[in-house]
C-alpha cells in the first residue's frame, strides 16, 4: 500500500512565525503536491512539483514556499505565519507511470491553527 | 479553465438505502478522468472510484457506481445499501489527459467542494 505521512497532525503557531510542513512518500512517486482545504471551498492546490528540485505554483501560492530535496520528501514552508493561514493542508503523491498517473494519494492532513 | 461542480454540500439518507452524490464539470478537452474521494471524518483521504472518459461503460467498485454521461458532462455516484461507514465528505475530481504515460506538470487534480454525506441509523 501506498504511504503518505505527514509530519504532525495538529500543530498551533504564532503569527510571523516560519513553519514547516513535512510530506513523505514511500511509493517512490515523482509527483507530489500540497493542498489547502478549507470549509466550503473544497481542496485548492498549492504547490506541486513533479521531480526533485522542480517545483510549480498552483492556485493559491502567496504566502507559501516548498522545498523538494529527495523525491519521496516535499516540504511546505510558511515563511511568516498569518492567521489566514489557519487551515487543514494535505499531501498527495502520484506516479509518472501509464494510466495510473492521474491517481493521488494522501496523507492525513495538517491542521494548523496560527493565532 | 476547467471547473467541478457539486451542488448538494449536504446530504442525509437512511442506512441500507441508496443514495446518489451529483457532479458535473465543464471542459472542452476529450480526454480526461474522473475521480470520487472519500474523506471520513478526521481520516485520511481515499479513492472511491475512478472513470476514463474513454470508456462508455460505468465505472463500479462493490456499492459504489457512476453514471457517466459525457456529453452532459455529468458525474453521479451512487452509493447501494448505504452503511454507517460511509458516512464522510465526499469530493468529485477531475484530471485533464494526456496520453500513455503521461504526467508531470499537468497532472493536476480540479476538485469540487465536496457533498457531506450522513448515515443515519
Known amino acids: 500500500d501506498v504511504k503518505v505521512t505527514q509530519s504532525s497532525r495538529y500543530l498551533v503557531k504564532r503569527t510571523g512565525e516560519k513553519v514547516f510542513l513535512e510530506c513523505v512518500q514511500d511509493?517512490?512517486?515523482?509527483?507530489m503536491f500540497w493542498y489547502r482545504q478549507d470549509p466550503g471551498l473544497g481542496l485548492r492546490l498549492i504547490y506541486f512539483?513533479?521531480?526533485?528540485?522542480?517545483?510549480e505554483k498552483g492556485d493559491i501560492p502567496e504566502g507559501y514556499s516548498v522545498s523538494r530535496e529527495k523525491k519521496e520528501r516535499f516540504s511546505l514552508i510558511l515563511e511568516s505565519a498569518s492567521t489566514n493561514q489557519t487551515s487543514m493542508y494535505l499531501c498527495a503523491s502520484s506516479s509518472h507511470i501509464g494510466d495510473l498517473s492521474y491517481e493521488q494519494y494522501f496523507g492525513p492532513g495538517t491542521r494548523l491553527t496560527v493565532t | 479553465a476547467q471547473t467541478v461542480t457539486q451542488s448538494q454540500p449536504e446530504m442525509s439518507v437512511q442506512e441500507a438505502e441508496t443514495v446518489t452524490l451529483s457532479c458535473t464539470y465543464d471542459t472542452s478537452e476529450s480526454n480526461y478522468y474522473l475521480f470520487w474521494y472519500k474523506q471520513p471524518p478526521s481520516r485520511q483521504m481515499i479513492l472511491v472510484i475512478r472513470?476514463?472518459?474513454?470508456?462508455?461503460q460505468n465505472a463500479t467498485e462493490n456499492r459504489f457506481s457512476v453514471n457517466f454521461q459525457k456529453a452532459a458532462k455529468s458525474f453521479s455516484l451512487k452509493i447501494s445499501d448505504s452503511q454507517l461507514g460511509d458516512t464522510a465528505m465526499y469530493f468529485c475530481?477531475?484530471?485533464?489527459?494526456?496520453?500513455?504515460?503521461?504526467?508531470?506538470?499537468?497532472?493536476?487534480?480540479?476538485f469540487g467542494k465536496g457533498t457531506k454525506l450522513s448515515v443515519k441509523p
Open positions: 475530481a477531475f484530471i485533464s489527459g494526456g496520453g500513455e504515460g503521461y504526467g508531470g506538470s499537468q497532472g493536476n487534480l480540479i
Open positions: 472513470q476514463e472518459a474513454y470508456k462508455q
Open positions: 511509493m517512490d512517486h515523482e509527483n
Open positions: 512539483s513533479y521531480d526533485v528540485k522542480m517545483k
